[in-house]
């Protein structure tokens, strides 16, 4: 029964219970509204009525002395810093827990055995990445509470910021994703949980959308079971697809792409610009990510991405004879040529129609960020060099993780630039 907890430096705590008069932070107010089934009852009982104040991200993660054979590792995603860590000890007689005082603001052991851990993350450790063999973990934060249950050796992913909770397997497993909002919410459900096999290298994310729908994605033919639950009733449907899913939601689902596959890295961007009203499909079926992207449509897919409406432009003059009045495009060019995001290619003529290069679009996005960042240091490209106007617009890029290029030393800056790669530098860029 020897394990020993690392809280900063090594602090012996086998025998001793903390004192929950020092864990600063919870009040009964802050978990009222959740639905408390989904956290251990021992940890819930343990906590209410004896903390004050309101922590805003707190992670529970049960049966963490069974963690002693299968390692379990829990870092803040936007930091790579180590929240959590549990091993097999030196001594081989029990678990040896891992915790950081950089990100943990305190903690308590619950449970007949110690068991459960309960985790006060601070304000500045919202996403947290998980990897573990198998894990039963609750996390609430920003108003919403999820919960993952899984039995195989996975990488998982709490994001607030986004609502969701992804879950990526390296093994078959089977998974239960779960996620609960405030009860005050509009929506006549309380919480939504999901179970599925997943086969190895599968992802599945579960996602609360800011209308309060939940929503699914993952492989392409995937099957779920879904369930909904209120204080006052529950619903569900086995072995559904995605679209059965948004159906049973009560929403139309996302367009589905026949030539945008679940697998391709530029999905979830995709989705995500559809989702925005950023773009729409070529057609009702299409998106056609291979087709170059023009320079009409890379300045009015960043226009929406800004949320700027026909107000931005205060032009009562257009310079630009191939830019019509009635043009979709119109208002999102007069405000990239006001606002020295681009000019036209002469005096008079902008050339809608002309494909846009990698080069000019990560200069655009560049341009957006203002004042535009002049980052100091090697580019490592060598395609590209310190006398381009797109060598500052490149090391951006390259800094926000816009982009990687198209090898490990090229950026090929003039290659066309498709559709799909527009809409995935706007996703790593605002999403």
């Known amino acids: 029964g020897l394990w020993r907890l690392l809280f900063g430096n090594f602090t012996c705590i086998w025998g001793t219970t903390p004192n929950l008069d020092t864990v600063k932070g919870l009040t009964v107010e802050t978990l009222q509204f959740y639905d408390v089934t989904e956290i251990p009852d021992r940890v819930f009982d343990t906590i209410k009525g004896d903390i004050t104040?309101?922590?805003?991200?707190?992670?529970?993660?049960?049966?963490?002395?069974?963690?002693?054979?299968?390692?379990?590792?829990?870092?803040?995603?936007?930091?790579?810093?180590?929240?959590?860590?549990?091993?097999?000890?030196?001594?081989?007689?029990?678990?040896?827990?891992?915790?950081?005082?950089?990100?943990?603001?305190?903690?308590?052991?619950?449970?007949?055995?110690?068991?459960?851990?309960?985790?006060?993350?601070?304000?500045?450790?919202?996403?947290?990445?998980?990897?573990?063999?198998?894990?039963?973990?609750?996390?609430?934060?920003?108003?919403?509470?999820?919960?993952?249950?899984?039995?195989?050796?996975?990488?998982?992913?709490?994001?607030?910021?986004?609502?969701?909770?992804?879950?990526?397997?390296?093994?078959?497993?089977?998974?239960?994703?779960?996620?609960?909002?405030?009860?005050?919410?509009?929506?006549?459900?309380?919480?939504?949980?999901?179970?599925?096999?997943?086969?190895?290298?599968?992802?599945?994310?579960?996602?609360?959308?800011?209308?309060?729908?939940?929503?699914?994605?993952?492989?392409?033919?995937?099957?779920?079971?879904?369930?909904?639950?209120?204080?006052?009733?529950?619903?569900?449907?086995?072995?559904?697809?995605?679209?059965?899913?948004?159906?049973?939601?009560?929403?139309?689902?996302?367009?589905?792409?026949?030539?945008?596959?679940?697998?391709?890295?530029?999905?979830?961007?995709v989705q995500w610009a559809v989702e925005q009203g950023i773009t729409t499909g070529t057609s009702a079926r299409t998106f056609s990510p291979d087709e170059p992207c023009t320079r009409a449509q890379v300045v009015t897919f960043i226009w929406r991405a800004l949320g700027l409406d026909d107000l931005s432009s205060r032009s009562t003059e257009n310079p630009f004879r191939d830019v019509p009045s009635g043009a979709y495009y119109r208002d999102p060019v007069l405000w990239a040529a006001e606002n020295g995001i681009t000019t036209g290619t002469s005096a008079t003529t902008f050339s809608p129609d002309d494909a846009c290069t990698r080069a000019q679009v990560v200069t655009f996005l560049w341009r957006t960020d203002y004042p535009p960042k002049k980052i100091s240091g090697p580019v490592g490209f060598r395609d590209v060099h310190i006398e381009d106007y797109f060598w500052f617009p490149v090391k951006w890029a390259l800094e926000r993780e816009i982009t990687t290029g198209t090898s490990a030393d090229t950026f090929s800056p003039h290659q066309t630039c498709t559709r799909a790669e527009v809409v995935t530098f706007l996703y790593r860029d605002f999403a």
């Open 53 to 269: 104040g309101t922590p805003g991200n707190i992670l529970v993660i049960k049966n963490v002395l069974d963690y002693d054979d299968t390692p379990l590792t829990i870092e803040n995603a936007e930091k790579n810093g180590l929240i959590l860590s549990v091993a097999k000890g030196a001594s081989g007689d029990g678990p040896e827990i891992s915790l950081s005082d950089k990100y943990v603001e305190n903690y308590t052991l619950c449970g007949e055995d110690n068991d459960t851990i309960f985790l006060w993350l601070s304000d500045d450790c919202a996403k947290v990445n998980m990897q573990s063999d198998g894990i039963e973990a609750v996390y609430l934060s920003g108003g919403t509470m999820f919960s993952i249950v899984s039995d195989g050796n996975a990488e998982m992913t709490f994001d607030p910021d986004a609502a969701s909770a992804s879950y990526q397997a390296e093994e078959d497993a089977e998974i239960e994703l779960t996620v609960q909002r405030n009860s005050n919410s509009e929506k006549d459900w309380m919480s939504a949980e999901i179970t599925t096999d997943l086969n190895a290298d599968g992802k599945v994310t579960l996602t609360l959308r800011e209308d309060g729908i939940p929503q699914i994605s993952g492989p392409a033919g995937q099957k779920y079971d879904v369930s909904t639950k209120t204080d006052h009733s529950g619903s569900g449907i086995p072995n559904a697809t995605v679209e059965e899913v948004m159906e049973f939601f009560g929403e139309e689902p996302t367009p589905s792409f026949s030539d945008v596959s679940t697998s391709a890295y530029y999905y979830d961007a």
